[in-house]
């Protein structure tokens, strides 16, 4: 009787352990804890010009922003919550006016969405883990994947390798 008893135990505890990985699997999809702030607590965090672009979904004026003619090797960072974004090996000069990224580092970080804002269908470029605006993803980058992540400079905080 005593070793069907914790024979009995043994399985309710196996059973257990395998209900909490397996709820544990189903919620750890993405490892990116979301960042909610309101307005007024972005506001005294962002300058006006990255509240407007990173909240309001606004761009910089091209060819103004700090990193559009920055090529230093390193990481670039969101300006706002720190997720990493893109990587300078795949930064390459556009000509366009704003950093160009022809590849992001982890599609776990960003979110894409079509913005059909300003009587265009564009698509938007995300920060996962703030939902800040970036930049917009252009088809016309290098190959082999042709594709050019168009950032705000504002948008992003780049951290030198060391
Ligand atoms: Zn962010």
Known sequence: MKIRKIVLLIQTIILFLLISVFSFGQTGDSTIVKMKKS????????????????????????????????????????????????????????????????????????VILEDTSLGMIRTEVRCAKCDGHLGHLFKDGPPPAGLRYCINSAALRFIPAK
């Open 39 to 110: 307005n007024e607590d972005w506001k005294m965090q962002l300058t006006p010009l990255q509240f407007n672009i990173l909240r309001e979904s606004g761009t910089e004026r091209p060819f103004t922003g700090k990193y559009e003619n920055h090529f230093e090797s390193g990481k670039y960072y969101c300006a706002a919550c720190g997720n990493f974004l893109f990587s300078s090996d795949k930064k390459y000069h556009s000509g366009c006016g704003w950093p160009s990224f022809s590849d992001i580092e982890s599609k776990e970080n960003i």
